[in-house]
């Protein structure tokens, strides 16, 4: 049995390797103007720079899961490190377009590959309840955080050196995971390669999901009607339907049908899927009102959004638990769905010409109902996980998070966009325009996180108790699912 320190050492490990790729999704966000600048992207081809990560990230995590069961989570979670690292050092050192779109493809790869066995490690590391949900508050922490440190040292990184230090920053950062997770994480040896990889279903998986989130990250440049997009989409819901035909046929299935009986992970990450697409009209479209219609630097912009990160971090790490374990989980999920729809409802409300104090910073301290939310979710989306599985659930739970982050990006910024043509067209100035179709955003967001609140409501059912979660002393013990 791995003692109390090895076991939290092994938390840092994996905490620190999601920082690196939450920050490297968000840090390269500030740097993109001067990345075209010294490069010479033309401005489609710079949307590639996030495209070229995002595309392989979310269509290899279910894959990589289900590969972590099988070789060992640990040596998927060093392998995917060491090939993100390697990846940074080649996109600092880029010279052209594009070599640094292909060491973006190579850092999504990476990514997908550590990122789809952390929770899986983390509840086998952590079974008593208790402790597992502390872990889970560090964990979700930390994934909260890195979003808006990310857009403050992108914007120092920048200003100070140049914008090859911010991939170049993840080399120590790489070198010091890998060594620290051979020595601190729990070996596994997996269940083997025989037990069935499915290559059928996995292609058709991975497939589907990389002609999908392509599809999806499109429909900007080329709307949703058109030949193109219904082409592609039709596509990716053909190779998705193929799969799900698989997964009900075949001897060896990637994902197990035993997988999605459970109410409550089947639930969760529904709940996750309209969660995350909402809060993309927070991270990402409230920095462009900030920047576009206050004014402000990108600096300026990831100061202002630290309140966000500091109250989510916060209310995950002090104040999730004990509420969890004082009133269940359900009802602090549905507590913290609560305080994200107010937090999206004001925004909704913002006027051109909005002051921070009043007008923003409510919003951030509100935000904090993500603090909330995030663990729970991530405790019910691992809830159906035997020890066989986790590799594969935690996959999940990541791949239906980067589905919402996409389709939340399509959705609202092409709905914002238009908003702001026809409002440019009815003669409105840039800034009122802009402000209108961030306001439509918002407000789509918190519909989103309505739908969210009533599936939650639904679906999702209290984990029962178990007499050996009851302590004996008048401390409450957090109630979180464990694995069956």
Known sequence: MTDTRSRWLALAVIATGLLMTILDGSIVTVAMPAIQDDLGFSPGGLTWVINAYLIAFGSLLLLAGRLGDLVGRKRMFIAGTAAFTAASVLAGAATSPTLLIVARFAQGVGSAMAAAVSLGILVTLFTEPRERAKAIGVFS?????????????????????????????????????????????????????????????????????????????????????????????????????????????????????????????????????????????????????????????????????????????????????????????????????????????????????????????????LIAGGGLVLPVLASLGMSGASGDDAGLVSGLFNTTQQIGGAVGVAVLSTLAASRTGDLLGGGAGEAAALAGGYRLAFTIGAGLLVAAFVAAFLLLREPPRRPSDVPASSEPTIVVATAQ
């Open 141 to 365: 922490f930390t994934g909260a955080a890195g979003a808006s440190i990310g857009q403050v040292l992108g914007g120092v990184l920048t200003d100070v050196l140049n914008w090859h230090w911010i991939f170049l920053i993840n080399l120590p950062i790489g070198l010091a995971t890998i060594v620290l997770g051979a020595w601190t994480l729990p070996g596994d040896r997996g269940v083997g390669l025989r037990a069935g990889a499915d290559a059928i279903g996995a292609f058709l998986v991975t497939a589907g999901l990389m002609v999908g989130i392509y599809t999806v990250v499109k429909v900007e440049e080329h709307g949703w009607a058109s030949a193109r997009t219904l082409a592609t989409g039709a596509l990716a819901a053909g190779l998705l339907a193929g799969f799900a035909i698989r997964q009900a046929t075949a001897k060896n299935p990637l994902i197990p049908p035993r997988v999605l009986r459970s109410r409550n992970v089947f639930g969760a990450n529904l709940v996750q899927v309209l969660t995350i697409a909402a809060m993309f009209a927070f991270q990402i479209v409230v920095a462009l009102y900030m920047q576009r219609v206050l004014g402000y630097s990108a600096l300026s912009t990831g100061l202002a959004m630290l309140p966000a990160a500091v109250s989510i971090g916060a209310v995950s790490l002090v104040v999730s638990a004990r509420l969890s374990s004082r009133y269940g989980e359900r009802r602090v999920l549905l507590a913290g769905l609560a305080l994200l729809i107010g937090a999206l409802g004001l925004l909704a409300r913002l006027p051109v010409h909005a002051n921070y104090v009043t007008d923003l910073l409510p919003v951030m301290l």
